[in-house]
């Protein structure tokens, strides 16, 4: 089994940042594409970014230029840099991970969720 853990994620005032950090842990051959999700109250989860295992990203158009997506394939372990938080990011934000584990077969993994909350 494997397990996501999150970290980071708290009260802001709109304008400001916060770090989010995942670290995995468990049965990991190798893990492929990480990334980030987020869900506000009463809507769906929906993709904020993601990494590929070469660096390689990918973000929702609302957040690029606001949001960095980072890894360390070393540590396993991915990060959220947010900037210039406004009210409308708050939400609930998922870890998510494609891991091969030692079965060699690739599964889907993620974390508990953090809460980010964005106000004055």
């Known amino acids: 089994q494997v397990q996501l853990v999150e970290s980071g994620g708290g009260l802001v005032q709109p304008g400001g940042s916060l770090r989010l950090s995942c670290a995995a842990s468990?049965?990991?051959?190798?893990?492929?594409?990480m990334g980030w999700y987020r869900q506000p109250p009463g809507k769906r989860r929906d993709l904020v970014a993601s990494?590929?295992?070469?660096?390689?990203?990918t973000y929702a158009p609302s957040m690029k230029g606001r949001f960095t997506i980072s890894r360390d394939n070393g540590k396993n372990t991915t990060s959220l840099q947010m900037n210039n938080l406004k009210t409308e990011d708050t939400a609930v934000y998922y870890c998510?991970?494609?891991?091969?584990?030692?079965?060699?077969?690739?599964?889907?993994?993620w974390g508990q969720g953090t809460q980010v909350t964005v106000s004055s």
């Open positions: 468990g049965n990991i051959f190798r893990i492929n594409a």
């Open positions: 990494i590929t295992s070469d660096g390689g990203t």
């Open positions: 998510n991970a494609f891991v091969v584990t030692s079965s060699l077969f690739e599964y889907d993994f």
